[in-house]
């Protein structure tokens, strides 16, 4: 009794089986991948490749949607970092940037620190929360950071940066500020856990982080005296 297998490696071996046979093709009835009804090959094929059809449309669909919405995400952080430029003092960039980012990007809670390193130096006083002392926690986090993080937890300091609103907060965006060496933190945060999940994408967190660090490092090395009394702005 032959066996399926000699049967497809005879059909492999002799190609030109269907072409000394076309009476047979016409014939063959194969089962429907959907409906459950006998088709023919011809049909089949069309079928397998209708459905290939719908599979690379909607891939195609989703990349265009994806690239759409990066063009959007692109064209706003293109604002922001001009918004950002146009900023003389510290105090005003800070301003900035919480307003930009609520609305463009709608995201409401913003916190940042900063702490003395080479390139400058942080004062001594100041009502700007920004300036308040970071733990050694704190500094070893960021400084073991190679990317931005995103997900549900931030570390319990972090989390006091937003006071009251800190037990609403779901989700959170850390984002470490380095130039030559890393000096400060940006975290955004949301009530919704699903604004910034760990699987989410980090390059246009990334590209704030690095907008945020160089404005900040020039305005600071700018009006070293004005850091020192500016209001809180975040």
């Known amino acids: ?3 399926p297998e000699e049967i497809i490696q005879y059909l492999q071996d002799h190609p030109q089986f269907f072409e000394e046979n076309p009476d047979l093709v016409e014939s063959l ?7 459950g009804r006998a088709i023919s090959i011809n049909e089949r094929q069309v079928a397998i490749l209708r459905e290939k059809n719908k599979l690379l449309q909607n891939r195609l669909q989703e990349l265009v949607d994806m690239g759409e919405k990066n063009d959007v995400i692109g064209e706003k952080m293109h604002q922001l970092t001009i918004t950002l430029l146009n900023f ?3 105090h005003e960039m800070l301003h900035g940037i919480q307003y930009q980012l609520c609305e463009d ?9 900063l702490w003395q390193t080479d390139e400058f130096t942080t004062p001594t006083k100041s009502d700007s929360t920004e300036f308040n002392p970071a733990s050694n926690t704190i ?3 960021v400084q073991d950071m190679q990317h931005p993080y995103c997900g549900p937890t931030a570390d319990d300091e972090i989390k006091q940066w937003f006071e009251e609103d800190a037990e609403y907060l779901q989700s959170f965006a850390i984002i470490p500020l380095k130039k030559q060496t890393r000096f400060g933190l940006l975290v955004l945060a949301s009530p919704d856990v699903g604004r910034f999940f760990p699987d989410m994408g980090t390059l246009y967190l990334e590209r704030l982080g690095d907008i945020v660090s160089n404005i900040t490092i020039r305005l600071i090395q700018q009006n070293p005296a004005a850091t020192a009394t500016c209001e809180s702005a975040i």
Request: net charge neutral.
């Open 1 to 3: 009794m032959t066996t």
């Open 29 to 35: 009835r194969f089962p429907h991948p959907y409906e």
């Open 88 to 90: 003389d003092s510290l």
């Open 105 to 113: 990007f709608s995201i409401s809670h913003v916190a940042l620190r």
């Open 139 to 141: 500094h070893t986090l």
